[in-house]
């Protein structure tokens, strides 16, 4: 069974921080990179950060020294930390395998950023 919760985004001034958290099933998590999307309205999904099962870490340059991703290999648990957040980041945020293994996405969560 393939299965991805997104959970911690909240509505937030610019400036504030927030941790996203995904569970993912063992088939999608296991041994495979992790990574974190974004989908503002209008917009196509963006990867946002990506890790290895080691925590190497790559993002987006419009995150970086903002954001850092990290992972609980023991938990299928990928985080996403956003510090010194700015309207722009708002957006529905996903975690997903990268590159994608299967043809399938969570429910997503929230992030909206007032300014």
């Known amino acids: 069974q393939v299965q991805l919760v997104e959970s911690g985004g909240d509505l937030v001034q610019s400036g504030g921080s927030l941790r996203l958290s995904c569970v993912a099933s063992r088939n999608i998590f296991s041994f495979n990179v992790m990574g974190w999307y974004r989908q503002a309205a209008g917009n196509k999904r963006e990867l946002v950060a990506r890790?290895?099962?080691?925590?190497?870490?790559d993002y987006t340059d419009s995150v970086k020294g903002r954001f850092t991703i990290s992972r609980d290999n023991a938990k299928n648990t990928v985080y996403l930390q956003m510090n010194s957040l700015k309207p722009e980041d708002t957006a529905v945020y996903y975690c997903?395998?990268?590159?994608?293994?299967?043809?399938?996405w969570g429910q997503g969560t929230q992030v909206t950023v007032s300014s």
């Open positions: 890790i290895t099962y080691s925590s190497n870490t």
């Open positions: 997903n395998n990268y590159p994608l293994r299967y043809d399938y």
